[in-house]
């Protein structure tokens, strides 16, 4: 990310950007953590998984009116979610932020750097 982002939707428009792993076929939980853990890419996940981050804590923020989220349990980086209409469908989205989205999120978003 770039000094240059001012606004929150400008951020989040950068963080969508990029390329996108798809979603595997028949991928377990533990290949899923693996795959969208990795910061600076798009991942698509199912929809189960976006419902998941949703429901399992509170989300650290929501918005974007197309109910994206973005979940982070205590200190750990925000992972931001996101849903979009596609040719292929209705996909669901994640990309794990690193340090400095996070703080540039948070800042952004007016939202504390912790959820505890």
């Avoid at 998941?52 to 923020?61: G, I, N």
Wanted: aromatic letters at 12%.
């Amino acid at each position: 990310m770039t000094a240059t982002t001012t606004t929150l939707g400008e951020l989040i428009a950068r963080l969508k950007q990029g390329e996108t792993v798809p979603l595997p076929d028949h991928e377990g939980w533990a290949g899923m953590i693996a795959r969208t853990t990795l910061f600076g890419r798009v991942c698509e996940v199912a929809g189960e998984t976006y419902d998941y981050f949703l429901e399992v804590l509170p989300p650290r923020w929501m918005g974007m009116g197309n109910g994206g989220f973005a979940f982070g349990e205590g200190a750990d980086p925000l992972r931001l979610f996101w849903a979009a209409n596609t040719p292929h469908g209705r996909q669901f989205f994640c990309r794990q932020l690193d340090e400095i989205e996070t703080r540039q999120f948070c800042r952004l978003a007016r939202i504390p750097l912790t959820s505890g």
